[in-house]
Structures are given as structure tokens and as C-alpha cells.
């Protein structure tokens, strides 16, 4: 019992991260219809700029992640302007071979500049355990980084429902052509779009540089957990993608306690495929997005 | 102050729509674009508004020209343009789809919109999606007029209304018009059209075939025919 409680609030916890490093996933291909297939090397990105910034400057990773998040906003906004405008309007399979090809160009210069080696970024703190009655332990890193990340996000779902900015984006993506009948720049807001979601995957990887080890080889199961996440909970809802990384969180935290490791992603993916067949629009499966237009 | 679109050409890819079209209107009154299913009605607003490439003429406001700007460059000079099927934001509330509307003018006021449609009152936090015909396309022109525009065009407005909707909303269109907007309605079922417009252009097969004033063409036997079903 101990046990099965254990593991599901490290489930929960892990899905907390799991949430803030796909909900840029989820809302890039709810408002652009572009699958990004570099999201997970956009959250080793905020991993690795908060490895310096802590090997530079002695700052704590939870710290980092707001450096974290500028540096890849910078570079998600110029990435989307600059190179993934070009084919915006193209069919879905140019998008993502476009963006396949970056995430191998920017996985391998993360090789390049950082090593292929595993990295860690220690604190004084994530080790220790919170002790609750019933021996059940709760690491202090793990719980840091589960409640700055929902609170990320949930911050992210009032920005997009309160401000003018995430109403345009919003209003973008649910029709490209009337958004711009009223003025807004759908160029500007696909850049601002992308950039958002890059400073999401930035300051997730700085949250999960404090509470593992990583290489640059842990991008391309960023990017599945990050699809698996956006598919649980409904492509571009982004309180969806809160839903579904406590829900593949909690899965994959069971799923560790009766099968051997790389089995656990084989868990995410059976889930994926139970949930498609039985509740294809997701969890929170509003159909926001299922009127799309484009102009 | 006028909106000048001249001797237009524009079509969809290879198709040409539109064999030079020219119709103009000036601010504070309401023009009347009539004509049968097919005729170019819609494409002529669409390359108004940088929704489609004109080939050829241009598109002028006030003397600033416009022709193939950009979709928003045009809606930020002050032209609005309602389109067919409305495209209102189907999953946002009411009042999120005003508040659209207002984006690019910064404009939350929404009482003076409200006054005159005030049905969408009542309908602020419900979802756009859900309303019915006549209130989403009220809702509609609403959006569009929280930008102040100088030009508003509309595209099929009494399309699948009830005629009492139509006139409640035709009336509204005077208000505006007499408040100094320019408005270029677009008609197949040209009555109501031709008793609010001041001017009224019949375009078939992308030929202005008819000007003149609203009242002598709604007085033409040939229009009559036509377009009035008398």
C-alpha cells in the first residue's frame, strides 16, 4: 500500500513536469497545425542553459529557469520568423520533416558544445525527502519542480484566456483569416506562438536539470512524452495538457513499480493508443480546435 | 472620404472572377452590390480586403492605395469586412469575440455596439457557436464595428435569416451609416438591400451590368425581374 501510494504521487509529481514540458507542444500544434518535433531539444536547451548558468555562476537550476525560458524564447521566435514561416501553410508532412531536420541539427549541436556525455545539476536541496506518516517520502527537488511547473502553466492558460496578446493567439488559431480581418498580424503571432512554447520547454528542461540526469539523446523522449501529453489531453487545450501529464505521469510511475525500465515507455504508448481508440479528442476533449479554419 | 475599388480583376488561381469591376462608396453612406449566385459578389470583396489577388485596378481608400496589402494592413487602414459565414470565433464567448473586434483600435468599450444589437447583451458570456443565425450575424457586424471602422463591408448578410431579422438588422445599418460609416452591402436577395442603400451596382458574370440610385433600380423592370422576384 505504502508502495502504490509512493508511487503515485511520484506519478503526480512527474506529471506536474510533464505538463509545462509539453503544454508548448500542445498549443504550437493547436494554433499553428505544426507537429514540432524539435520541442524536445528546445527542453534540454533550458536543461543545458541552466547547467552553465550553474557551473558559471553557481545559480540554482529552479532559478535558471527564467534565463532559461528568455534564451529559448529569443530562439523560438526567430527560429518560427525566419525558418518555419516559410512553410507554415504547407502540408503537415513538410512541417515535419522541417522540423525533424532541426531537431537533429540542434540535438547534435548540443553533442557538440556539451558532450554526449549525462549531466547533472546538484543542489544542496532536491535530494532530501519531505517525510509524511506511512514512509512515504517526498524529494524536495521533485516537488519544487512539480509546483513551480504547474504554476507555469496554469499561468500560461490565464495569460492566453485574460491578455490581448493570448486572445490573438488564441483567435489565430481558430481561424487564421478572421484573425487577420481584425488586425492581427498572423506572422507576428505565429513567431510570438513559437517563442512561447520554446520559453515553456526551456524552463521545464532547467526544472528537470534539477531533478536528473540528462543528455542530449533525452530530446527525442521529450518530444514522445510531449506528443503522448498533447494527444491525452486534446491537441492546443492547454488545460488538457495539465490533465494529461498527471495522467501519463501516474502511468508511467505505476507502471515503473511492475515493469522493468524501458518498458515504461511502452506503457506511455499503450495508453496513447487506448485513449485514441476510446476517446480520440483527449481527455478534457472540448472541441475547441475541431472548427478550424484556414484561409 | 471614399473607398474606391477600380476596374478590378481578380480570380482564383487560373479562373479569373472579375473582368473590371469598379464601385465606390463614401463614408456615412450605404452601398448595395446585388446580383445572382456566382456572379463575383463575394470575390470582389474578398480582393477588397487582401483576401484574394487582384491582377489588375486597384483598391483605394481616401487616395491611399491598397491594392494586394496584406489582410491586416488593410483592416488597420479602417475597412472591415464581414465575411461570408460570418467567421465568428466559434468557441470563444460573445464577448471575447467583441473584444476581437476591438483588438487592433484597442477598443473595450463595447456599450455603444451593445445599443444597437442589444440581444447580444444577454448572450455576452455564451459561446459565439451556439447562437442562432440572426445573433451570430449581429454579432458579427458587432465585431466588426468594435474597430471603428471608416468602411464596413458585409457579405450575404440576410443569407438563411428570417426577413423580421433581416429588417431589424438593415435598420441598424442606417444608425451606422448615419454616424459616418461607409457600408458596401453584398446581396443576392437584394430588397432589403435596396431600400437602406443610397447606390446600388448589379454584377453578373464579373461585369457591373446596372448603376444608379438604389430607388430607381429598385423601380427597373429588368432588376424587378430579376432580383425582386416581382
Not at chain 1, 49 to 64: I, K, Q
Not at chain 2, 24 to 46: C, E, F, Q, Y
Amino acid at each position: 500500500m505504502t508502495q502504490f501510494v509512493q508511487a503515485t504521487l511520484y506519478g503526480l509529481l512527474q506529471g506536474g513536469l510533464l505538463a509545462l514540458v509539453a503544454v508548448g507542444f500542445s498549443l504550437v500544434w493547436g494554433v499553428m497545425n505544426v507537429v514540432n518535433l524539435a520541442h524536445g531539444a528546445f527542453v534540454l536547451g533550458g536543461a543545458y542553459v541552466a547547467l552553465e548558468l550553474h557551473d558559471a555562476l553557481g545559480l540554482d537550476p529552479f532559478v535558471s529557469m527564467v534565463p532559461a525560458a528568455a534564451v529559448l524564447f529569443a530562439l523560438g521566435y526567430l527560429i518560427q520568423r525566419y525558418l518555419v514561416n516559410l512553410v507554415v501553410n504547407a502540408p503537415i508532412f513538410i512541417t515535419l520533416i522541417l522540423t525533424f531536420g532541426l531537431e537533429m541539427v540542434l540535438e547534435n549541436l548540443l553533442r557538440v558544445w556539451f558532450t554526449p556525455d549525462y549531466q547533472s545539476i546538484p543542489t544542496g536541496y532536491a535530494q532530501d525527502s519531505l517525510r509524511l506518516p506511512g514512509d512515504i517520502r517526498i524529494p524536495y527537488g521533485k516537488l519544487i519542480a512539480a509546483l513551480l511547473a504547474v504554476a507555469v502553466t496554469v499561468a500560461l492558460v490565464y495569460f492566453m484566456r485574460r491578455t490581448r496578446t493570448g486572445l490573438s493567439i488564441l483567435a489565430t488559431g481558430m481561424d487564421r483569416g478572421a484573425a487577420r480581418l481584425m488586425g492581427v498580424k498572423a506572422r507576428h503571432v505565429y513567431a510570438l506562438t513559437f517563442g512561447i512554447a520554446a520559453a515553456m520547454a526551456g524552463a521545464a528542461g532547467a526544472a528537470e536539470g534539477a531533478v536528473r540526469t540528462f543528455s542530449p539523446a533525452d530530446a527525442r523522449s521529450f518530444t514522445l512524452f510531449s506528443f503522448v501529453v498533447a494527444v491525452l489531453g486534446g491537441l492546443g487545450n492547454m488545460w488538457g495538457a495539465l490533465y494529461g501529464g498527471l495522467v501519463l505521469g501516474v502511468v508511467m510511475s505505476w507502471g515503473s513499480q511492475l515493469l522493468s525500465g524501458t518498458m515504461v515507455n511502452a506503457v506511455a504508448f499503450a495508453l496513447l493508443v487506448v485513449l485514441l481508440a476510446v476517446r480520440p479528442q483527449g481527455i478534457a476533449g472540448k472541441a475547441f480546435y475541431a472548427s478550424r479554419v484556414e484561409v | 472620404m471614399t473607398l474606391v475599388v477600380e476596374d478590378l480583376h481578380a480570380g482564383y488561381g487560373r479562373v479569373p472572377v472579375l473582368h473590371g469591376v469598379s464601385v465606390s462608396v463614401a463614408r456615412g453612406d450605404i452601398a448595395a452590390l446585388i446580383g445572382p449566385n456566382g456572379a463575383g459578389k463575394s470575390t470582389l470583396l474578398r480582393a477588397a480586403t487582401g483576401m484574394v489577388r487582384v491582377s489588375r485596378g486597384a483598391v483605394r481608400m481616401d487616395g491611399r492605395d491598397l491594392t494586394n496589402a496584406p489582410i491586416e494592413t488593410i483592416a488597420r487602414a479602417g475597412i472591415a469586412h464581414v465575411p461570408e459565414g460570418r467567421r465568428l470565433f466559434p468557441g470563444l464567448s460573445v464577448r471575447d469575440n467583441l473584444r476581437l473586434g476591438g483588438w487592433r483600435a484597442r477598443n473595450e468599450d463595447m456599450g455603444t455596439v451593445l445599443e444597437l444589437f442589444p440581444r447580444l447583451h444577454e448572450r455576452l458570456d455564451q459561446v459565439a457557436g451556439s447562437m442562432s443565425g440572426g445573433e451570430q450575424q449581429m454579432c458579427a457586424i458587432a465585431r466588426a464595428l468594435m474597430g471603428r471602422p471608416d468602411f464596413l463591408l458585409i457579405d450575404e448578410l440576410s443569407l438563411g435569416l428570417a426577413p423580421v431579422i433581416v429588417e431589424e438588422i438593415m435598420a441598424r445599418l442606417g444608425q451606422v451609416a448615419a454616424e459616418g460609416t461607409g457600408i458596401l452591402l453584398v446581396e443576392q436577395d437584394a430588397g432589403h438591400a435596396l431600400e437602406v442603400a443610397q447606390r446600388a451596382y448589379v454584377l453578373e458574370n464579373g461585369r457591373i451590368t446596372v448603376t444608379g440610385k438604389a430607388a430607381e433600380l429598385a423601380a427597373d423592370p429588368r432588376v424587378r425581374a430579376a432580383y425582386l422576384g416581382v
